[in-house]
T-cell receptor, first 109, second 116 residues
Framework: AQRVTQPEKLLSVFKGAPVELKCNYSYSGSPELFWYVQYSRQRLQLLLRHISRESIKGFTADLNKGETSFHLKKPFAQEEDSAMYYCALLGSNTGKLIFGQGTTLQVKP | GAVVSQHPSRVICKSGTSVKIECRSLDFQATTMFWYRQFPKQSLMLMATSNEGSKATYEQGVEKDKFLINHASLTLSTLTVTSAHPEDSSFYIC????????????FGPGTRLTVT
């Protein structure tokens, strides 16, 4: 079965601390994985995708096929990073996104 | 970038009535649109996938007669909640795929439905 798991509902850190939001997936084959972010009262927007290997707003995510993980990391959290973060997997042959449960990141001053 | 709008942003209706939510792709042609439901502080649950000019494909457990989806053009899909009940109160989000993004989905701002 294709599944995305985000084990933490809430992650609370202080400004300047490193952040790692965990994401594990279940998929046979080569997955296409994404991180989406939803700021308060705003729409869901794409943060980054694994195939781009890019860094957006200081965030990076590396696909680890051995551990079936796609954790989102940032070395120094900022208050404006506070938001809901969703890891998502593109379903094979369907084009549907399978979302994890989401993790609320709270960055305290 | 690609923009998706939803209308209305917020709607309150009485039990038993129907309400229609529109999803539009403003600057690209959306070959596929998706409808999601989101409960407070929870994940997005895919309800259905609609392709322009064909019937929507509903996810397991979603009543197609209750949630009517019409994707009449490449820029418009509508979700009609028929005979609404208080348990249908939720945040409904659409997304659209097409244009330059390939597989990328662009999300609308959502519609808050409250059934009294």
């Amino acid at each position: 079965a294709q599944r995305v798991t985000q084990p933490e509902k809430l992650l609370s850190v202080f400004k300047g601390a490193p952040v790692e939001l965990k994401c594990n997936y279940s998929y046979s084959g080569s997955p296409e994985l994404f991180w989406y972010v939803q700021y308060s009262r705003q729409r869901l927007q794409l943060l980054l995708r694994h195939i781009s290997r890019e860094s957006i707003k200081g965030f990076t995510a590396d696909l680890n096929k051995g551990e079936t993980s796609f954790h989102l990391k940032k070395p120094f959290a900022q208050e404006e990073d506070s938001a809901m973060y969703y890891c998502a997997l593109l379903g094979s042959n369907t084009g549907k996104l399978i979302f994890g449960q989401g993790t609320t990141l709270q960055v305290k001053p | 970038g690609a923009v998706v709008s939803q209308h209305p942003s917020r709607v309150i209706c009485k039990s038993g009535t129907s309400v229609k939510i529109e999803c539009r792709s403003l600057d690209f042609q959306a070959t596929t649109m998706f409808w999601y439901r989101q409960f407070p502080k929870q994940s997005l649950m895919l309800m259905a996938t609609s392709n322009e000019g064909s019937k929507a494909t509903y996810e397991q457990g979603v009543e197609k007669d209750k949630f009517l989806i019409n994707h009449a053009s490449l820029t418009l899909s509508t979700l009609t909640v028929t005979s609404a009940h208080p348990e249908d109160s939720s945040f409904y989000i659409c997304s659209a795929r097409g244009g330059t993004g390939g597989y990328e989905q662009y999300f609308g701002p959502g519609t808050r439905l409250t059934v009294t």
